[in-house]
């Protein structure tokens, strides 16, 4: 892949690609570090799932839990109509 995945991601492999969101494993460009990024799914409805994506990076951002992934930023981002949250995980 010659192009950074959603703009800022590297070596992307899907956990899970069923339904609404889609789950890929990571690493971030801009440090290398691992982590799991949920997607939006192309069939999926923009508002539900923008109002998904945000209840998600809220509740992961709010939790603070060894056992919970952390979102380092409560926000939802977006990348040529895309929108994803970043969890913090070794996954």
Do not use: K, N, Q
């Not at 010659?2 to 690609?17: K, Q, T, V």
């Not at 951002?61 to 930023?73: G, N, Y």
Request: net charge negative; charged share 20%.
């Amino acid at each position: 892949m010659s192009e950074p995945w959603l703009g800022r991601y590297l070596a992307p492999d899907a956990i899970a690609r069923a339904g609404a969101f889609h789950r890929h494993a990571a690493r971030r460009e801009r440090d290398g570090a691992p982590c799991v990024v949920v997607s939006s799914s192309p069939s999926a409805s923009e508002p539900a799932a923008c109002a998904a994506l945000e209840a998600l990076a809220r509740a992961h951002h709010e939790t603070r839990s060894p056992h919970v992934a952390w979102a380092a930023s409560p926000v939802v981002h977006a990348h040529e109509g895309v929108r994803f949250v970043e969890l913090e995980s070794a996954a």
